[in-house]
């Protein structure tokens, strides 16, 4: 081991190496990962392994700011907190799929049925359909916005035909409780208000069967 004997003098080559840029290399493993260290202040490195991958520098924050690419986020200066860091190398959210079918009976004896098949990640290929025989109501999306899921109950938006009437919007509700449950209101197109053209609160059903799976 080299020891100095003007700690002063080693002490300031390391800060004027550092502001010049000048790089450091290293790295340290384990059976799990790989991190590499490979700058200071000088573009810094990867480190990764199977669960995660990140993009480091040690920097202090400047005026100069972040900039990036498709590849790295690089923060200028000695030190800066990584604020994007869960932005860029989140875990994805978990993404559902809605199927199955059911009817109730909303007002004796007229019939209330509700089918979809909503999967998350393929909203476009998405569908739904709902008829209500009291009133004749048959409903088919053209289109799903949106699905989200809230434990046990899932919430589906979108776009419809009523009886071959285009341009009807929907929020419908289904429940993969025991019982099951569906609900659902349509609103007028937005040329007529958008106003609600047919409302069923969400109700357990009398035969069927919902699923809130991931996918």
Not at 4 to 27: H, Q
Not at 62 to 76: C, K, M, P, Q
Not at 176 to 182: A, R, V, W
């Amino acid at each position: 081991m080299k020891y100095y004997r003007y700690p002063f003098f080693f002490i300031l080559t390391v800060i004027l190496l550092m502001s010049t840029g000048t790089s450091y290399s290293g790295e340290l493993s384990s059976t799990n990962n790989r991190i590499m260290i490979d700058a200071i202040d000088g573009g810094g490195g990867t480190g990764s392994s199977q669960n995660y991958s990140i993009y480091h520098s040690i920097g202090q924050s400047t005026a100069i700011g972040d900039s990036s690419s498709s590849n790295y986020y690089n923060y200028a200066g000695y030190w800066h907190a990584f604020k994007r860091i869960n932005d860029r190398f989140a875990v994805p959210a978990e993404q559902f799929i809605i199927t199955g079918s059911g009817y109730n009976l909303p007002v004796l004896p007229f019939r209330a049925s509700l089918a979809l098949d909503v999967k998350e990640s393929d909203l476009p290929g998405s569908r739904l359909r709902y008829s209500y025989s009291r009133s004749r109501l048959s409903f088919a999306s053209t289109s799903i916005d949106s699905a989200t899921v809230s434990g046990n109950t899932a919430i589906i938006s979108g776009t419809g035909k009523v009886n071959g009437a285009i341009d009807y919007t929907f929020t419908a509700t289904v429940s993969d409780n025991n019982p099951d449950e569906l609900g659902i209101e349509i609103f007028r197109p937005e040329i007529e208000g958008g106003s609600i053209f047919h409302s069923a609160a969400s109700q357990a059903v009398i035969r069927g069967n919902f699923k809130i799976e991931t996918e």
